[in-house]
């Protein structure tokens, strides 16, 4: 069982900065990502990365603007996010399963923490 607490989520200006926080427990998983999904809208696959962190996945949509890291000694995900816009407004959720992929095809899910990015 794998278990995913998320943390630093908020309000920011647009052009601001945030970095995002997953803490993860348990070791059945390979690969690890963020997904976000705004109200209305479906959930989408932002950024993965691979166990070792040599691999990683950025949707066009924020290609140049966040990096995924990972801390294996902290056992911590992180998603660095600059230049912000409105629509990167949603809610964020980090994710553990076995394939690098923007698809949701993870079997453990955090709840979530909210950016809003302000106009």
């Known amino acids: 069982q794998v278990q995913l607490v998320e943390s630093g989520g908020g309000l920011v200006q647009t052009g601001g900065s945030l970095r995002l926080s997953c803490t993860v427990s348990?070791?059945?998983?390979?690969?690890i990502g963020w997904f976000r999904q705004a109200p209305g809208k479906a959930r989408e696959g932002v950024s993965c990365?691979?166990?070792?962190?040599?691999?990683?996945v950025y949707a066009d949509s924020v290609k140049g603007r966040f990096t995924i890291s990972r801390d294996n000694a902290k056992n911590t995900l992180y998603l660095k996010m600059n230049s912000l816009k409105p629509e990167d407004t949603a809610v964020y959720y980090c994710?553990?399963?076995?394939?690098?992929?923007?698809?949701?095809?993870?079997?453990?899910w955090g709840q979530g923490t909210q950016v809003t990015v302000s106009s």
């Open positions: 994710a553990a399963g076995w394939s690098v992929t923007l698809d949701p095809l993870y079997d453990y």
């Open positions: 990365i691979s166990s070792s962190g040599g691999y990683t």
């Open positions: 348990g070791s059945d998983y390979n690969a």
